[in-house]
Protein backbone atom coordinates (compact mmCIF):
# COMPACT_ATOMS: atom_id res chain seq x y z
CA UNK A 1 0.00 0.00 0.00
CA UNK A 2 1.33 3.27 -0.70
CA UNK A 3 0.00 7.09 -0.05
CA UNK A 4 -2.91 7.31 2.25
CA UNK A 5 -5.61 4.53 2.73
CA UNK A 6 -9.25 5.19 4.25
CA UNK A 7 -11.46 2.70 5.19
CA UNK A 8 -14.20 1.53 4.37
CA UNK A 9 -14.85 3.48 1.50
CA UNK A 10 -18.65 3.77 1.74
CA UNK A 11 -20.84 3.79 4.90
CA UNK A 12 -24.16 3.71 5.31
CA UNK A 13 -25.12 3.72 9.04
CA UNK A 14 -28.30 4.30 11.03
CA UNK A 15 -28.15 7.42 13.83
CA UNK A 16 -28.27 4.76 16.51
CA UNK A 17 -25.54 2.73 15.42
CA UNK A 18 -22.18 2.82 15.98
CA UNK A 19 -19.45 2.90 13.76
CA UNK A 20 -15.31 3.89 13.20
CA UNK A 21 -13.28 5.15 9.91
CA UNK A 22 -10.22 4.20 9.63
CA UNK A 23 -6.71 5.84 8.34
CA UNK A 24 -3.63 5.08 7.56
CA UNK A 25 -0.57 6.30 5.64
CA UNK A 26 2.68 5.24 4.35
CA UNK A 27 4.56 8.54 4.05
CA UNK A 28 6.02 8.56 6.94
CA UNK A 29 4.74 11.76 7.94
CA UNK A 30 3.58 13.13 11.64
CA UNK A 31 0.82 15.17 10.91
CA UNK A 32 -3.02 13.65 10.20
CA UNK A 33 -5.83 15.08 9.93
CA UNK A 34 -9.84 14.60 9.39
CA UNK A 35 -12.01 16.72 7.00
CA UNK A 36 -15.72 17.18 6.05
CA UNK A 37 -16.60 17.51 2.55
CA UNK A 38 -20.20 18.36 1.73
CA UNK A 39 -21.42 19.29 -1.65
CA UNK A 40 -21.42 22.82 -2.22
CA UNK A 41 -19.08 23.63 0.77
CA UNK A 42 -15.47 23.82 1.46
CA UNK A 43 -13.51 21.42 3.04
CA UNK A 44 -13.88 21.40 6.83
CA UNK A 45 -10.87 20.91 8.84
CA UNK A 46 -12.23 18.63 12.28
CA UNK A 47 -9.09 17.33 13.78
CA UNK A 48 -5.36 17.76 13.67
CA UNK A 49 -2.97 15.44 15.47
CA UNK A 50 1.17 16.55 15.51
CA UNK A 51 2.81 13.91 16.71
CA UNK A 52 -0.05 11.74 17.66
CA UNK A 53 -1.25 14.64 20.20
CA UNK A 54 -4.77 16.51 18.90
CA UNK A 55 -3.75 19.97 18.44
CA UNK A 56 -6.76 21.26 16.47
CA UNK A 57 -10.91 20.53 17.36
CA UNK A 58 -12.34 22.80 15.04
CA UNK A 59 -15.54 23.06 17.61
CA UNK A 60 -16.90 19.89 16.33
CA UNK A 61 -20.15 17.49 17.81
CA UNK A 62 -18.80 15.32 19.97
CA UNK A 63 -20.78 12.15 18.06
CA UNK A 64 -17.54 12.46 16.34
CA UNK A 65 -14.62 11.03 18.20
CA UNK A 66 -11.03 10.88 16.57
CA UNK A 67 -8.15 8.71 18.21
CA UNK A 68 -4.75 8.23 16.90
CA UNK A 69 -2.90 4.98 18.39
CA UNK A 70 0.72 6.17 16.50
CA UNK A 71 1.64 8.45 13.71
CA UNK A 72 0.68 6.44 11.22
CA UNK A 73 -3.18 5.42 11.90
CA UNK A 74 -6.13 7.64 12.73
CA UNK A 75 -9.33 6.58 13.28
CA UNK A 76 -12.81 8.27 13.87
CA UNK A 77 -15.52 6.79 15.90
CA UNK A 78 -18.88 7.96 14.96
CA UNK A 79 -22.20 7.43 17.17
CA UNK A 80 -25.91 9.09 16.89
CA UNK A 81 -25.21 10.84 13.94
CA UNK A 82 -27.30 13.19 12.40
CA UNK A 83 -28.47 13.02 8.44
CA UNK A 84 -27.01 16.25 8.24
CA UNK A 85 -23.41 14.46 8.76
CA UNK A 86 -23.70 12.68 5.78
CA UNK A 87 -20.65 13.88 3.70
CA UNK A 88 -17.00 12.74 2.21
CA UNK A 89 -15.00 12.02 5.21
CA UNK A 90 -11.33 13.05 4.30
CA UNK A 91 -8.00 11.60 5.72
CA UNK A 92 -5.13 13.76 5.27
CA UNK A 93 -1.15 13.23 6.23
CA UNK A 94 1.98 15.41 6.30
CA UNK A 95 5.32 16.51 7.30
CA UNK A 96 5.65 18.77 10.18
CA UNK A 97 9.25 20.36 9.16
CA UNK A 98 10.48 23.99 9.88
CA UNK A 99 10.74 25.54 6.24
CA UNK A 100 7.72 25.83 4.10
CA UNK A 101 6.03 22.67 3.02
CA UNK A 102 4.01 21.91 6.11
CA UNK A 103 1.07 23.12 3.55
CA UNK A 104 1.64 20.19 1.21
CA UNK A 105 -1.24 17.34 2.50
CA UNK A 106 -1.71 14.37 0.81
CA UNK A 107 -4.80 13.27 0.79
CA UNK A 108 -6.86 9.69 1.20
CA UNK A 109 -9.70 8.64 -0.98
CA UNK A 110 -12.35 9.36 1.49
CA UNK A 111 -15.43 7.48 2.99
CA UNK A 112 -18.68 8.22 1.57
CA UNK A 113 -20.62 8.28 5.02
CA UNK A 114 -24.61 8.08 4.47
CA UNK A 115 -26.74 8.83 8.07
CA UNK A 116 -30.39 7.21 7.41
CA UNK B 1 -18.05 36.78 5.05
CA UNK B 2 -16.10 33.80 4.60
CA UNK B 3 -12.48 33.53 4.26
CA UNK B 4 -11.57 32.11 1.42
CA UNK B 5 -14.39 32.92 -1.66
CA UNK B 6 -14.36 30.79 -4.83
CA UNK B 7 -16.72 30.33 -7.89
CA UNK B 8 -18.44 26.45 -7.25
CA UNK B 9 -19.43 26.44 -11.50
CA UNK B 10 -19.46 24.33 -12.51
CA UNK B 11 -17.20 25.45 -15.54
CA UNK B 12 -17.40 24.14 -19.28
CA UNK B 13 -14.70 25.12 -21.59
CA UNK B 14 -13.74 23.29 -24.93
CA UNK B 15 -10.36 21.12 -25.40
CA UNK B 16 -7.50 23.48 -26.34
CA UNK B 17 -9.23 26.53 -24.44
CA UNK B 18 -7.53 28.92 -21.53
CA UNK B 19 -9.16 28.18 -18.55
CA UNK B 20 -8.92 30.65 -15.52
CA UNK B 21 -10.11 29.92 -11.85
CA UNK B 22 -9.88 32.08 -9.12
CA UNK B 23 -10.39 32.59 -5.21
CA UNK B 24 -10.53 35.79 -3.00
CA UNK B 25 -10.09 35.54 0.59
CA UNK B 26 -10.05 38.45 3.33
CA UNK B 27 -7.65 37.28 5.68
CA UNK B 28 -4.62 39.61 5.18
CA UNK B 29 -2.37 36.53 7.67
CA UNK B 30 -2.57 34.63 4.87
CA UNK B 31 1.37 34.39 2.96
CA UNK B 32 0.82 30.24 1.36
CA UNK B 33 -1.53 29.39 -1.25
CA UNK B 34 -1.89 26.26 -2.58
CA UNK B 35 -4.40 24.76 -5.94
CA UNK B 36 -5.28 21.20 -5.12
CA UNK B 37 -6.90 18.95 -7.83
CA UNK B 38 -9.96 16.40 -6.95
CA UNK B 39 -10.87 13.92 -9.02
CA UNK B 40 -14.28 12.34 -8.58
CA UNK B 41 -14.11 9.43 -5.82
CA UNK B 42 -10.43 10.55 -5.40
CA UNK B 43 -9.37 12.66 -2.32
CA UNK B 44 -7.50 15.68 -3.71
CA UNK B 45 -4.04 16.42 -4.45
CA UNK B 46 -1.31 19.38 -4.53
CA UNK B 47 -0.88 20.83 -8.08
CA UNK B 48 0.84 24.27 -7.56
CA UNK B 49 2.06 26.19 -4.38
CA UNK B 50 3.03 30.14 -4.33
CA UNK B 51 5.02 31.73 -1.48
CA UNK B 52 3.53 35.30 -1.32
CA UNK B 53 3.17 37.54 -4.20
CA UNK B 54 4.06 36.67 -7.73
CA UNK B 55 3.52 33.69 -10.36
CA UNK B 56 4.69 30.50 -10.70
CA UNK B 57 4.26 28.37 -13.83
CA UNK B 58 4.72 24.51 -14.11
CA UNK B 59 3.79 23.31 -17.71
CA UNK B 60 0.44 24.36 -19.05
CA UNK B 61 -0.28 25.60 -15.38
CA UNK B 62 0.37 29.30 -13.91
CA UNK B 63 -0.62 30.31 -10.52
CA UNK B 64 -0.68 34.08 -9.66
CA UNK B 65 -1.09 35.60 -6.36
CA UNK B 66 -1.81 39.25 -6.29
CA UNK B 67 -1.72 40.03 -2.27
CA UNK B 68 -2.62 43.69 -2.57
CA UNK B 69 -6.09 42.42 -4.06
CA UNK B 70 -6.43 39.62 -2.16
CA UNK B 71 -6.69 37.83 -4.94
CA UNK B 72 -5.15 34.44 -6.59
CA UNK B 73 -5.62 32.34 -9.91
CA UNK B 74 -4.78 29.55 -11.89
CA UNK B 75 -4.54 29.48 -15.25
CA UNK B 76 -4.63 26.45 -17.69
CA UNK B 77 -3.65 26.36 -21.06
CA UNK B 78 -4.36 24.15 -23.73
CA UNK B 79 -7.20 22.50 -21.56
CA UNK B 80 -7.21 18.66 -21.84
CA UNK B 81 -10.50 16.40 -21.23
CA UNK B 82 -7.95 14.69 -18.86
CA UNK B 83 -8.00 18.26 -16.95
CA UNK B 84 -11.79 17.56 -15.96
CA UNK B 85 -11.79 17.79 -12.26
CA UNK B 86 -12.74 20.06 -8.99
CA UNK B 87 -10.02 22.57 -8.39
CA UNK B 88 -9.88 24.11 -4.89
CA UNK B 89 -7.86 26.78 -3.57
CA UNK B 90 -6.44 26.96 -0.19
CA UNK B 91 -3.95 28.94 1.88
CA UNK B 92 -2.01 28.92 5.12
CA UNK B 93 -0.93 31.87 7.16
CA UNK B 94 2.30 31.77 8.55
CA UNK B 95 4.16 30.48 11.92
CA UNK B 96 6.78 30.03 13.35
CA UNK B 97 9.39 28.49 10.67
CA UNK B 98 7.34 28.36 7.84
CA UNK B 99 3.58 27.51 7.01
CA UNK B 100 1.09 26.40 8.99
CA UNK B 101 -0.10 23.28 8.84
CA UNK B 102 -4.33 24.64 9.31
CA UNK B 103 -5.34 24.79 5.70
CA UNK B 104 -8.24 26.85 4.65
CA UNK B 105 -9.86 26.18 1.07
CA UNK B 106 -12.51 27.29 -1.03
CA UNK B 107 -15.47 25.53 -2.25
CA UNK B 108 -14.01 24.06 -5.31
CA UNK B 109 -14.41 24.79 -8.63
CA UNK B 110 -15.88 22.05 -10.83
CA UNK B 111 -13.91 22.20 -14.58
CA UNK B 112 -15.58 20.15 -17.37
CA UNK B 113 -13.16 20.05 -20.95
CA UNK B 114 -15.13 18.95 -23.12
CA UNK B 115 -13.56 17.20 -26.29
Known amino acids: ETGVTQTPRHLVMGMTNKKSLKCEQH?????MYWYKQSAKKPLELMFV???????ENNSVPSRFSPECPNSSHLFLHLHTLQPEDSALYLC???????????????FGPGTRLTVT | QKEVEQDPGPLSVPEGAIVSLNCTYS??????FMWYRQYSRKGPELLMY????GNKEDGRFTAQVDKSSKYISLFIRDSQPSDSATYLC???????????????FGTGTLLAVQP
Open chain 1, 92 to 106: ASSQLITGPRTYEQY
Open chain 1, 27 to 31: LGHNA
Open chain 1, 49 to 55: YNFKEQT
Open chain 2, 27 to 32: NSAFQY
Open chain 2, 50 to 53: TYSS
Open chain 2, 90 to 104: AMSARDYGGATNKLI
